[in-house]
């Protein structure tokens, strides 16, 4: 069964700081990876996607992602947090090896950014 | 290219009463999935459907509720004689048929209202 773990509810970090947002997940076979944000009153944006291959992965606004197998992470990531950054992100795993479309979504981290 | 809608947006019902979401996915799309989110909580997989066909209704409760995608028109999440508890968001997302590595694309979400 695939599962997906956001250990942290919140993260506070200043503007201009770099964020990470953490994600453990679980698979029998090889991970579809996922992360996607939310800002309030409206539905999940995409933000990047790993698949296969280089295990940093660049997505949408600046913000990037670190596949590492031997810890079944993929950490969210951006060097420099913008106020506007602030808003809920949820990790997503899929199981490649069943071919299926089904997603498990994490419970979501409320990222906070100070000016 | 219009993304995914969903309407209502908001809907107000009184327990025992019927309630009714609709959901066009994108062009092209023939992959549909609902999701249920609780105030500051993750979403919750619901349902999964091809046109005319439920592939995975696992995270369904086994009463009141039912989900349809016909050949033509939208996709209907049906709750029947709901109770307080079924207030929530309700999002639809929809992906396109060529992968299991795509993203999926979310609409605003009904915010179910229960009195």
């Known amino acids: 069964a695939q599962s997906v773990a956001q250990p942290e509810d919140q993260v506070n970090v200043a503007e201009g700081n770099p964020l990470t947002v953490k994600c453990t997940y679980s698979v029998s076979g090889n991970p579809y990876l996922f992360w996607y944000v939310q800002y309030p009153n409206r539905g999940l944006q995409f933000l990047l996607k790993y698949i296969t291959g280089d295990n940093l992965v660049k997505g949408s606004y600046g913000f990037e992602a670190e596949f590492n197998k031997s810890q079944t992470s993929f950490h969210l990531k951006k060097p420099s947090a913008l106020v506007s950054d602030s808003a809920l992100y949820f990790c997503a795993v899929r199981d490649a090896r069943t071919g299926g479309f089904k997603t498990i979504f994490g419970a979501g981290t409320r990222l906070f950014v100070k000016a | 290219n219009a993304g995914v809608m969903q309407n209502p947006r908001h809907l107000v019902r009184r327990r025992g009463q019927e309630a009714r979401l609709r959901c066009s996915p994108m062009k092209g799309h023939s992959h549909v999935y609902w999701y249920r989110q609780l105030p500051e909580e993750g979403l919750k997989f619901m349902v999964y459907?091809?046109?005319?066909?439920?592939?995975?209704e696992s995270g369904m409760p086994k009463e009141r509720f039912s989900a349809e995608f016909p050949k033509e028109g939208p996709s209907i999440l049906r709750i029947q004689q709901v109770v307080r508890g079924d207030s929530a968001a309700y999002f639809c997302?929809?992906?396109?048929?060529?992968?299991?590595?795509?993203?999926?694309?979310f609409g605003d979400g009904t915010r179910l209202s229960i009195l």
């Open positions: 459907l091809q046109k005319e066909n439920i592939i995975d």
């Open positions: 997302a929809s992906s396109p048929p060529d992968g299991s590595n795509q993203p999926q694309h």
